[in-house]
């Protein structure tokens, strides 16, 4: 089992920046590859970010291509996600998930399992 805990949300104006941390604890965080959604408000969870195990190749969502980044610490069990000129159609909360194997993707359903998610909200 990994239980999988996300911190650094909050409100910033439209333009700021936020860095997000996944933190991992029960099992090899190594062995999982680490995705970040979000879902706002009646909308479905949708895909921003993965990064394979290895801390490789990475992927992103159009909508945040070239703000947002993704990372990894393997020695410290944390996934990161750095938010930079946020906007307002950025606000969601986002969650973390980890899947076990080395590649990463898109896809939600493949992805073992979740943290509780931070609310991060961008106002205008």
């Known amino acids: 089992q990994m239980q999988l805990v996300e911190s650094g949300g909050g409100s910033v104006q439209a333009g700021g920046s936020l860095r997000l941390s996944c933190v991992a604890s029960?099992?090899?965080?190594?062995?999982?590859?680490v995705g970040w959604f979000r879902q706002a408000p009646g909308k479905e969870r949708e895909f921003v970010a993965a990064i394979p195990w290895s801390g490789g190749s990475t992927d992103y969502a159009d909508s945040v291509k070239g703000r947002f980044t993704i990372s990894r610490d393997n020695a410290k069990n944390t996934a990161y996600l750095q938010m930079n000129s946020l906007k307002p159609e950025d606000t969601a909360v986002y969650y973390c998930g980890a899947k076990w194997g080395s590649s990463s993707t898109w896809a939600s359903y493949e992805y073992d399992y979740w943290g509780q998610g931070t609310q991060v909200t961008v106002s205008s």
């Open positions: 029960g099992t090899l965080f190594s062995s999982y590859a």
